[in-house]
T-cell receptor, first 115, second 117 residues
Framework: DTGVSQDPRHKITKRGQNVTFRCDPI?????LYWYRQTLGQGPEFLTY????????KSRLLSDRFSAERPKGSFSTLEIQRTEQGDSAMYLC?????????????FGPGTRLTVL | AQKITQTQPGMFVQEKEAVTLDCTYD???????LFWYKQPSSGEMIFLIY??????QNATEGRYSLNFQKARKSANLVISASQLGDSAMYFC??????????????FGKGTRLSVIA
């Protein structure tokens, strides 16, 4: 059983460019979460999916951010017109179906640097 | 609103000694869960231990135990017999509305633990 994987691990981009990150959850986990972590802070929730449905979005998720999980498996997070304030670690987590404590298992993250 | 407070930005502990990392929380929901994660320099968040609000006993997982004091709203992590590999950031997190199963985690700011040989 492989863990949550994220690609790329690092991304450097220029302000104004679009970037897309991918997350592959643990197989058969039907819930998938995106978090953002800035330096010196804990992760902050962005959005989450149950299967292919996006059920909740944080107010941190501006109109420039969009997330998809088209077939209920992998997910993508796109940031359009990146700004320097978008520089952060973007973490993906997955958890199994409802029932139990819903422990979230995290991937290694994608570190974004916007120049 | 949910809130997690970790008041220790950094902690030092001698190898083989025990260390306690503090966490206090705030929620109005009677059904909640408390989680501790470890984040090494590589960046991945590693799940360590869980405590449910209705659990009668403190959670234990190997060298990790959770000192849960519900009246004080505290959920301190105790690491026994510290090892050099324990050096990392440690985050306390909470999820309320456990019955619905659909709420995200709220994290504290973390505590950086350094284990000294």
């Amino acid at each position: 059983d492989t863990g949550v994987s994220q690609d790329p691990r690092h991304k450097i981009t220029k302000r104004g460019q679009n970037v897309t990150f991918r997350c592959d959850p643990i197989s058969e986990h039907n819930r998938l979460y995106w978090y953002r972590q800035t330096l010196g802070q804990g992760p902050e929730f962005l959005t989450y999916f149950q299967n292919e449905a996006q059920l909740e979005k944080s107010r941190l998720l501006s109109d420039r951010f969009s997330a998809e999980r088209p077939k209920g498996s992998f997910s993508t997070l796109e940031i359009q017109r990146t700004e320097q304030g978008d520089s952060a670690m973007y973490l993906c987590a997955s958890s199994p179906r409802l029932g139990g404590i819903d422990t979230q298992y995290f991937g290694p993250g994608t570190r974004l640097t916007v120049l | 609103a949910q809130k997690i407070t970790q008041t220790q930005p950094g902690m030092f502990v001698q190898e083989k000694e025990a260390v306690t990392l503090d966490c206090t929380y705030d929620t109005s929901d009677p059904s909640y869960g408390l989680f501790w994660y470890k984040q090494p320099s590589s960046g991945e968040m590693i799940f360590l231990i869980y405590q449910g609000s209705y659990d009668q006993q403190n959670a234990t997982e190997g060298r990790y135990s959770l000192n849960f004091q519900k009246a004080r709203k505290s959920a301190n992590l105790v690491i026994s017999a510290s090892q050099l590999g324990d050096s990392a950031m440690y985050f306390c997190a909470m999820r309320d509305q456990m019955n619905s199963g659909n709420t995200p985690l709220v994290f504290g700011k973390g505590t950086r633990l350094s284990v000294i040989a």
